[in-house]
Every structure is written in C-alpha cells, then in structure tokens.
C-alpha cells in the first residue's frame, strides 16, 4: 500500500511538474539564464519553425498602419526575422504582436535595417568619418544612430562595413573605412561599441553586424558582386583583421559578402565562416547571407540546383538566409533525407535565439509609440553629427594661404553642388530627407553675414550644357573668391556604382578651367563618396576642401572651416591618386624587386594625395623620436615617445600616425603599417607628448597563411612624420 501511494505521488509530481512547465516554460522566465532559455526553447520547436528563424523576408515602405493588413498577413507570425524598411513603430508593433498572439510559441521577430551612417540624424560617410581619425566621435554617432533606430522599431542594423579597399572605383569604398586594415579595425571597434553599448537589452542600443566578410574590397576592377583573388597569407594580413577586432568587441552578426574567394564563394566559404569565425575565432553570434546570395551561389557555378545552394550554405555556417527564401523551401528535405544534420540546424537556431534574448525580445517584444519630433533631429544629435562632420573635412591644399577667408570678402557661389541638398547625404541614407539638410549656400550666408555673396550654378552635374558658363563667369568677375562647389551625386558611390574612372565629369572640370582664366582665387570644395582624380584641376585651385557626403548638417562645418571659425583636422584615410591609371594604388604596398624601376613612362608614380594627407591652419613641428630602450627581447614592451609644437598662432588637433616597417622578413612585408594612431588637441605655442607603448608580438609580427602570428628577431623601424628609429628584436 505505501508503495503505491508513493509511486502516485510521484506520478502527480511529474504531472503537475508538465502543467507547470506549459505554463511557465524557462524560455519565459527572464531570469533564467540565456543558454537555459535558448535551450529550452530549442527543445519545443518543430523542424519548420526552427527554418523559420533561418529566414528573413523585407517589410513594405512607408505604410500607414491603417492599410497594412493585406501586406501584414503574407507575413507568417513564425518569421525570423524582417527587414524593416518603415520608420513608424507602430506598423512593427503590429507585425510583432503577431508574432507574439499568432504562433505556437511567440518567438517575437527581429527587425533589421541598413542603417549605415544614421537613421534620421544622417552624419557623414563612413569614409569620411574614417578622416576624422577619432573613433570616440563615430563611438558617439552610431550610439545616435542605435538610439533613432530602437524607437522606430529596428533592432539590428547591418553596419559597420569593415571591408579593407584599396580600388576607388569601387563603389562602396563610401561605407567603409579607407585602405588599412589597423584603421578598419579600430572603426570596427568603435562602431560595434557605439550601436550596442555595454548591454544589448538596453532600449537604446541595436545589434551590430560586420560586413561583408571577407575581401569583398578586394573585388577585381573595382566591380560589384564579382571574383577577389586573396592568398591565405593575404587574407589573414590584410581582409581578416578588422572583422576579428569586431567579432572582439563583442558584434552581434556577421554578414557574408557576395563576391567569390579564389574560386570559394564567401557565401559557401567552410574556411572562414566556420573555421576561422566560429572556431578559431569562437564566434557565438550568427552569420546573415547578404541580399539574395545563397540563391547567387547558383550563377557563381558552384550549384546547380536552389537545394545545392541551401546545402551549400548552410553546411559553411550562413545561419539566416535573407531575402531569397531558399532555406524555407529547402531546409526541410534536407533534414528529410539526412543531407543536413539536425545539429546544424540547432546550432543556427540557437545563434538566432541567444540574439532575440540578448536584445531583451522576449520580455520586452514591443517599442514605445512616441512622436518623431521626440526621436529624431534632436539637437544634442545634430551636434555629434556636426563635430563629426567637422573633423571629417580634409584641407588638401591651401596656398598662399587662400583660407580661412575673411567674413567681409565679396564671394561666388558657384557650381552644381552649391544649392544642393539631397546629394549631401551620400548614399544608404535610411531615413535621412533632403528638407532637412542645409546646402553649401545656405550655410556660407549665414557663416559670411557681411559678406555679398551672389550665386550661379554653371552647369549641371555632367552633360554637354555650357550655357551656364557665362552666367558663372559673370558672377565670378564681381567677386573677390570664388567657391567652387563640385562633385558627385550620391547615387554615384555606394553599392552597385563602379565607375572606370573617378574623375569628375569633364563639363565640371570644363568649369572650373574657365573660372581659372580670370585668375581669381578660387576655393574648391569636393563632396563625393570616393577619392576622385583631380591631377588636371589641382593646378587650377589654390584651396581644395574635401568635405565628403556629409549628412544632415550639410554645408555649416565646411563653412565654418572657410571662415577660419573651425581649424581643419581631417586627414585622408584613403589615397588620392594623380590619375585612375595608377589604381591600385595604397600606402603600404609590399616591397618591390627594383624600388628604382616599374615606374609609369606617362605618368607620375607618386599619388596626389597620399594617405594621412591632411592640412592645417596652424603649423606643428616634431620633434625627435625617443625610445626608452633600443634593443628589446621578444617579451619586453618598448614606449617611444614624440613631442609635437603648435608653433601657430592658433589651437589646432593633431593626428600622429605611428608606422612600423620591417625590412627583411620570412613573408615580405609592406614598405610600413599603421599600427597606432592619436589625435590631441594642441594649444597655440604650446606642445604635447604621444606615446606608442609596443608589444612585439601585437606590433612588429606578421601572420603567415594559417593565421599565426609570427615574430621573428632583426631590425625595425618605427618612423613618425618624417622622423625614424631602429630597434633591435633579440631573441
């Protein structure tokens, strides 16, 4: 009798233990661990609405949610994930809550967007703000950017872009951070940091997402979507570096890129999604395919079939398909006939899982409804985004010093970009409108307040219509200086917008020939989204200002430089080369068999614009290198410190890029590197100490094609500006 009353009991307790279970499963309880949560939840799905969180599908443009019911029900409520291209939280409040009440177990959904430098509050370029050389200035401007995200509904943006690219016919060299992989690295860093903060269930923080890995700068000709040919050395050394920093920092996802890797797909990559990211590196976030390019596999000819291409991409380690769809056609037979195994699957899943509850999604799936007047354009926003804006602007020439200009000289404003205000925010502008924008023209009237200033456009961004010509050199003639505003429009850069030559169109350097008849001083102001060749304008200018693409605060930091009311600190990020003909064309290439020979016969060698490039409106003066030892083992740390004067007569910040060369090695090595980099602000007749403090191994090693790091004894130099010191590695 007891025994049977104890086997009831028993039988109770388990039956009462799975009534309380189904009411309050662990993956409910927001106080279980995250990995008891994943797994719990892992255990109650089915195969199809585990697929479901493989796959991501876009969401409509600006729908009022009065008339989204048709497009809302072709959404199931087990989706993964959208791509939220509204800005209206309630529409993702809808869809979420649908998520939530409609599916067996209300997973919530995660919505993504490309907001790539700002949501509403557009600040400049990536490139640009690589110029800027202030990782805590972009830190602060995609904080700005997650904070606009999160209160209209975006979870996860597919940003930074850390691809290292060197061919400005490429592109997208506009959304990433120029041609060193140390600088994509530290921006890397500082943009991961700036959209998560220090917890992801924050309400103003949005998962980050690196891209597009790996080498797609590397793609031939500069040309979307085609062939890179990387060796693995070249790989670990140049392409890997800035995702590794990132996947440090902590980055939510990671993107695979379209382009094929020495005859590898990034997409279908085994070796770097899953080897390198997930294993060597312990990767626990997930891996996003970009746009269509697991059903891209097929025209890349390494599948013949959707099912290939699913298989393909899955077994290398893409954990979401976005866009596509293959993985909820595919995924299911798959698993069926034993080609896929079920770990995979639940490995992706949880990736996807561990996510969503980072983000706090399950306990807080919805966004607060508050006006936009209280989400965007917020002036403490504006002014993140001006000061980034400021030191992104790179003064490449100034003679006889020609600027800053006095604020009662008489001005002309000419050229297509003057009056502009939609080709100042660049391309993937989000949710940026030009209304908000304040044009060149704009700002220098109410920068130059006693100043005439009077305006012509002079001609169009390209074309063969001169009539403008005359009107511009009219207005020319009645003024003192001229400021030419030229450039590209913005859908001239960005993804898709490979150009054979980056020159301006002719009609503007046409411009520009003719306004340099009348031998005025003629002040040339550059927005663009790449390096252009300006090797045939250069001699027309006697001041070159490149300020980019650079957002919402448009024309008021470049103006601000102009009237001298701002010192310039930009320094190029990116070579500027004399001519297209020079591509490729970087900083640190490696060393050569004849330094002497190999040269162009019609051509200069030497860029225009070289890397760091970058004047002021003071004048700093280095002083000697100082290392406190000269020979150091391969376990000792070493500081060199240098001392820079402003001998100027006004404040101005300094960049002081630290470079490393090592002469003879196993591997050949670039003629130098960048491997640290400080920008100070210095007082007018004052100076102020940088200090480098080296690790051999973290500075003066090499990675050989299995990605290890190699130190090797000899002779290095460390040079600074035009100053250089030899250290000695002994065993």
């Known amino acids: 009798m007891i025994l049977v009353i104890f086997i009831l009991l028993i039988v109770v307790s388990c039956t009462s233990s799975e009534n309380r279970d189904d009411e309050s499963p662990v993956y409910k309880d927001k106080n279980a661990p995250i990995e008891s949560r994943v797994r719990d939840l892992i255990g109650r799905m089915t195969i199809e609405e585990k697929i479901y969180q493989l796959t991501q599908v876009a969401f ?424 030419l505003c030229l450039g590209e429009k913005n859908s001239w850069s960005g993804e898709n917008a490979s150009r054979s030559t980056i020159s301006l169109p002719e009609i503007q350097e046409d411009l520009l020939t003719e306004l340099s008849r009348l031998n005025k001083p003629i002040v040339l102001l550059l927005t663009n989204g790449r390096p252009l060749e300006l090797g045939r304008i250069e001699p027309h200018c006697q001041s070159i200002v490149e300020m980019w693409q650079p957002g919402v605060v448009g024309g008021n930091p470049v103006a601000g430089i102009i009237s001298g009311r701002i010192n310039p600190s930009g320094k190029l990020a990116m070579t500027f080369p004399f001519a297209t003909g020079q591509i490729p064309i970087y900083y640190n290439m490696r060393q050569q068999g004849r330094p002497r020979s190999g040269k162009y016969q019609d051509i200069t060698t030497e860029p225009l614009f070289e890397f760091t490039h970058g004047l002021s409106y003071t004048s700093f003066k280095y002083g000697e290198l100082k290392a406190d030892k000269d020979t150091i083992t391969k376990t000792e740390k070493l500081v060199i410190d240098i001392s820079v004067s402003n001998i100027g007569d006004r404040d101005g910040a300094e960049v002081v890029h630290w470079f490393v060369t090592d002469p003879v090695s196993t591997v050949s090595r670039p003629v130098k590197e960048l491997r640290y980099f400080e920008k100070q602000m210095i007082r007018a007749g004052q100076a102020n100490v940088f200090r480098f403090e080296i690790d051999p191994m973290r500075d003066l090693s090499y990675v050989d094609e299995l990605g290890n790091r190699m130190l090797e004894s000899g002779e290095y130099y460390i040079s600074v500006n035009n100053k250089k010191v030899k250290i000695s590695l002994i065993d």
């Open 60 to 483: 409509g443009k600006n729908m009022n949610i009065n008339n989204i019911g048709g497009e809302m029900d072709k959404i199931p409520p087990e989706m993964g994930s959208i791509i939220y291209v509204n800005q209206d939280p309630a529409v993702r409040n809808a869809l979420q809550k649908k998520a939530i009440e409609d599916s067996r177990l209300g997973i919530p959904i995660l919505f993504a967007n490309d907001i790539i430098h700002g949501f509403k509050t557009i600040y400049p370029i990536s490139l640009g703000q690589a110029c800027s050389w202030n990782p805590e200035i972009v830190k602060q401007a995609c904080a700005v950017a997650a904070k606009e995200s999160r209160s209209s509904g975006i979870d996860w943006t597919f940003s930074p872009m850390v691809d290292v690219a060197r061919d400005p016919r490429w592109g997208r060299v506009a959304e990433g951070y120029g041609e060193d992989p140390y600088a994509n690295a530290v921006f890397s860093i500082a943009s991961v940091q700036g959209y998560q903060g220090d917890d992801l269930g924050d309400e103003n923080t949005i998962a980050a997402c690196l891209k597009h890995y790996v080498g797609y700068g590397a793609s031939e000709g500069g040309r979307d979507y085609v062939y890179t040919e990387i060796s693995k050395q070249t790989l670990w050394d140049t392409y890997l570096p800035p995702f590794e920093a990132g996947v440090n920092a902590g980055a939510a996802t990671i993107m695979s890129g379209f382009h094929d890797i020495s005859g590898v797909p990034a997409s279908a990559n085994y070796y770097t999604l899953t080897e390198v990211l997930k294993e060597k590196w312990g990767f626990n976030g997930f891996v996003v395919s970009d746009w269509n390019s697991v059903k891209q596999l097929r025209s890349q000819g390494v599948a013949g079939s959707d099912r290939e291409a699913t298989l393909k991409a899955i077994t290398a380690g893409v954990d979401m398909d976005m866009a596509d769809g293959l993985y909820l056609e595919n995924v299911a037979e798959l698993i069926k006939d034993g080609s896929l195994p079920v770990a995979r699957l639940d490995d992706a899943v949880s990736r996807v899982l561990r996510l969503k509850f980072q983000l706090a999604l399950f306990d807080r799936p919805y966004v607060l409804e508050v006006p936009e007047e209280e989400r965007y354009l917020l002036p403490e926003y504006l002014l993140v985004a001006e000061k980034l804006a400021e030191e992104s602007t790179v003064l490449l020439k100034n003679e006889h010093k020609t600027l800053p200009i006095s604020k009662k000289a008489s001005l002309a404003i000419i050229g297509p970009m003057a009056k502009e205000q939609e080709n100042l925010l660049g391309s993937w502008s989000a949710h940026g409108e030009a209304k908000d924008v304040i044009s060149i023209y704009e700002a220098m009237q109410q920068e130059f307040p006693d100043s005439k200033i009077i305006y012509a456009k002079g001609c169009d961004f390209e074309g063969i219509d001169k009539t403008g010509f005359s009107e511009a050199l009219n207005v020319a003639r009645k003024a003192e200086i001229v400021v």
